[in-house]
């Protein structure tokens, strides 16, 4: 994880040191997706993602330099086929964020938008397992990580869509007992003993507060 986050902050110093944002811009955003577990096995078997959504307010300086603040919401639910007993249920997970980023109009209606975000996330697991252990819901809190390309269409002087594409991290690690399980189901060593982590592919909504051109 470590190796990734340098080598993405590298390129992200380097194409703001040729960016030529022509205007500074407020903006309302929001991005969903659809998360899929990666690098955790377990949590790539058992979990699966429904929802995630991020709203969030971006200002944009005329060199391309961006922050933003906003939140995230995502929920994944259990696959009942790749557990070893019966639980039903599944994870919420809230986070406030900062973004850091850059953007760049390459014309008059595409840009790009590379961005890491970061914040705390509180995740709720729960299930009819836990509820029946009394720890209903069972909560891991965990620092969050998201590095992020999104390809920015502009619909007019307003409002632009987007193709999102991002790499959620979280810094726990997942294991089946979380959902109120006896056992890990056979997940041990390098299999559980990795960050959860998922991929995000998904679509973004803007609305400018200002316009894009003089």
């Not at 994944?76 to 639980?87: A, K, L, Q, S, Y």
């Not at 836990?130 to 999104?150: R, T």
């Not at 959902?179 to 189901?185: I, S």
Request: proline residues 3%; contains cysteine; charged residues 15%.
């Amino acid at each position: 994880m470590h190796k990734a986050f340098l080598i993405f902050c590298f390129l992200l110093t380097v194409f703001v040191s040729n960016a030529q944002q022509r205007l500074r811009q407020h903006t309302f955003n929001i991005e969903l997706a659809l998360p899929n577990g990666l690098s955790n096995n377990a949590f790539e078997d058992i979990m699966q993602g429904l929802v995630h959504a991020s709203p969030y307010y971006q200002y944009t300086m005329k060199n391309g330099l961006s922050f933003g603040t906003g939140m995230r919401y995502a929920y994944f639910t259990i696959n009942e086929f790749r557990v070893p007993d019966p639980v039903y249920g599944g994870m919420h997970s809230a986070a406030g964020f900062l973004k850091f980023g850059w953007k760049k109009f390459h014309n008059d209606i595409f840009a790009t938008d590379i961005s890491i975000k970061a914040g705390y996330n509180l995740n709720y697991f729960l299930t009819d397992l836990n509820d029946s252990l009394g720890i209903n819901p069972k909560q891991i809190n965990a620092i969050y990580l998201e590095p992020s390309i999104g390809l920015v269409l502009a619909a007019d002087e307003k409002t632009s869509y987007r193709l999102y594409l991002g790499y959620g991290i979280q810094d726990f690690l997942f294991t089946p007992s979380m959902l109120g399980l006896q056992t890990n189901g056979g997940y041990v060593g390098d299999k559980i003993e990795k960050r959860t982590s998922y991929l995000l592919i998904g679509f973004g909504f803007s609305y400018y507060f200002e316009s894009k051109k003089r």
